[in-house]
Structure formats: C-alpha cells, structure tokens
C-alpha cells in the first residue's frame, strides 16, 4: 500500500526514468514506497507507464532528456547520472533540487587513451589535444584545470572508435568493467569523476506539493541508504 493520499486524483505524480539500468535498478526503490511499475518498458510500446499507486505513473524518455523534463515541470521527479546532470546544467542552469544520491547506476567517467600513448607528455601545461566525447563540459573543466587546450569533439557513441581512426587522440567517456575498452586497445589512463545516479525534483513541484513527494523522497533515501558501497 503506498503512502500517498492526494487530494486531487486527477493529477498523478509523474516519475521520468530511462530505460535499461537505471529502470531497473530504480525499481526496488519504487518497492520501498510500495510502488510496483505494472508494464515493462523493454516490452511496452507505451511511454507512460501506470503503476500499483493510481497517484503515480512513469513516462519513459531518453536519459538526456530526464533532466529537461523534470525542469520544465513535465515531470515531478527524475532518475538521472550525474554525468547528464553536469551536462544539463551547462546549457540549463537552476532549476532543479538534487536531493538524494541514489547510488545506483555506478560507474566511472574517464579519460582513455589508445595502448602505447604517451598520455603525460600530451598533457603537459599548454599542450593541444583532441578530446571525443558525449560529456563536452566535464571534459573541458577537467583539461582546463590542467592547462591543456583542448578541441572537443561531440559524439554521441561508439566513442572508442575515435581515437583508432586518428579522430581524436583521446576520450573521455562512462567505464563500468572497462571490457570495451580492451577489446578496443583502449586503456583508462585517469578518473575524471566517481558517477551514480541521482534522484531530482522539480523545484516548483517541491513547494507545491511537498505533502505528496516527500513520502517517495523519504522511501528513496531510505532505499538508498541501504544499497551497498
């Protein structure tokens, strides 16, 4: 039995989750507020997904658009990496309360280099690199604290490809089992940051209807408390 008691039925509150990992592991999350999602998205072709609690449902989009549409009051509520988050706030300052770290979804945002690269004489102070990425503002704060001039290069994926067909020298991108990258002839060379996902809210959402969130915020922190490491 959830938690929620609204006043008003008619207007759910509304989860923005991707597909794929963080779905499902944001799930036994769901669980601790006594929330089951009824259809699997992996199946489904809808994009809102009702759930046990008619008070609240889940639309699916892509995890760079989670940010967007929990800023804009689409959604009340948001699973999102801290890599896209970063992202978001470069093109969308405010607007969004992070409230809880999840932890889950974990992974490493890194720099790799092709085996045998001279990945220290390339970052000298005042060096010029070629950097491909999906995360354009980490890595340019990240090479600007080192003095290194970068030329970033937006991908969107199959980002290991970069560096083998003389694109780019280097890459920053997610490594969870670094599996890719080896049978790539890649290797990570540098942590740029730890990565996990958060749960973030909408803040205009938070002020006006804090008496339906918190009894799901106060399930995530609880849930999330409990996950390992």
Request: charged share 20%; hydrophobic share 45%.
């Amino acid at each position: 039995m959830s938690a929620f008691s609204p006043a008003n039925p008619q207007t759910p509150i509304t989860l923005a989750l991707s597909k794929g990992r963080i779905f499902d592991e944001t799930m036994p999350l769901l669980a601790e507020a006594g929330i089951t999602v009824l259809e699997n998205p992996e199946t489904s072709r809808k994009l809102i997904l009702p759930t046990s609690d008619p008070c609240v449902r889940v639309i699916i989009v892509r995890a760079s658009d989670v940010p967007t549409y929990v800023q804009y009051g689409a959604a009340d509520l948001g699973v999102a990496g801290k890599d896209v988050l970063i992202e978001h706030a470069a093109q969308h300052p405010g607007g969004l309360y992070q409230p809880i770290d999840l932890r889950i979804g974990k992974c490493r945002l890194c720099v790799a280099v092709p085996n045998g690269f001279d990945y220290p004489n390339a970052v000298r102070q005042g060096a010029r690199l070629r950097v491909a990425t999906k995360y354009v503002q980490a890595a340019r704060e990240h090479f600007a604290a080192k003095g290194v001039h970068v030329d970033l290069i937006k991908l969107y994926g199959s980002m290991e490809l970069a560096p083998l067909i003389g694109l780019a020298d280097v890459i920053v991108d997610l490594v969870s089992t670094g599996s890719t990258l080896k049978a790539n002839n890649l290797v990570a060379v540098e942590d740029i940051m730890d990565i996990s996902s958060r749960l973030i809210v909408n803040q205009a959402a938070l002020k006006m209807r804090r008496h339906r969130l918190q009894p799901l915020l106060d399930a995530f922190s609880r849930a999330s408390l409990a996950m390992p490491g």
